[in-house]
């Protein structure tokens, strides 16, 4: 029982955010700007507290300057300890990176936002806002999908949707590791500056190679 107490103690005292903001700004290329600021409580620091960010991130900086991170199954690493060294007590760090492309194809072939929010921070969260504009006036509601609760953590969120901007948070602590997407209805005229995309399939390949057998007999 004195062993399970001594355990117990430590974890009371363990590093978490208190509070993380993220701001988000689609544009009309279907690229996405994201701002995350974090305010931790560091109690222990062991040279190795890292803040995921989703795996597809580019153009990553930490305070304002470039860095390298590491990449994962499930997402890339940003290495706090890079910019905090061993301090330790409560301190504020703000990450920037770009989302290539958030729109993708929903439910009966319409175009939707997903947005990954939060990609597994190893500690808790006391409280996440968020903001996220689009370039058209929205006129559904968004859906949100989590690591532990899958949708039913809409229940631990709160949000309003004015004009071409979602605004919310959570109404309560979010557990260490969880993970956050945010889904919306848009319109594709929303995006007149996405790049074309061009799809391919087995048949195209076939006539290609028709084509060059072809072109070499002839």
Known sequence: FILLLGLC??????????????????GSDKSCQV?????LHIQENDGNINF???P??????????????TKTKQAQLVSLSDSIGNMTG???VTITYTLPNVITT?????????????????????QLDFSVSLPGQLQGKPAFSSGYH?????KELTYTVTGSTVVGGSTGELKDHETLT????VEESWFPDAPLEFFESDADDVAMVICAVLALIY
Do not use: H
């Not at 103690?9 to 689609?26: D, E, Q």
């Not at 899958?150 to 809409?154: G, L, N, P, W």
């Open 182 to 185: 945010m889904y919306l209805a």
């Open 90 to 92: 409560d301190l504020t």
């Open 106 to 126: 929903g439910a009966a072939d319409t175009p939707q936002l997903q947005l990954p929010m939060l990609s597994g921070f190893q500690s808790s969260i006391s």
């Open 56 to 69: 597809e991130a580019t153009d990553v900086r930490l305070n304002n300057s470039r860095i390298r991170t």
């Open 150 to 154: 899958q949708a039913d953590i809409e």
């Open 9 to 26: 103690i430590p974890v009371s005292a363990a590093n978490y955010a208190s509070k993380v903001n993220i701001t988000a700004t689609v």
């Open 35 to 39: 701002t995350v600021s974090a305010a």
């Open 52 to 54: 995921p960010i989703p």
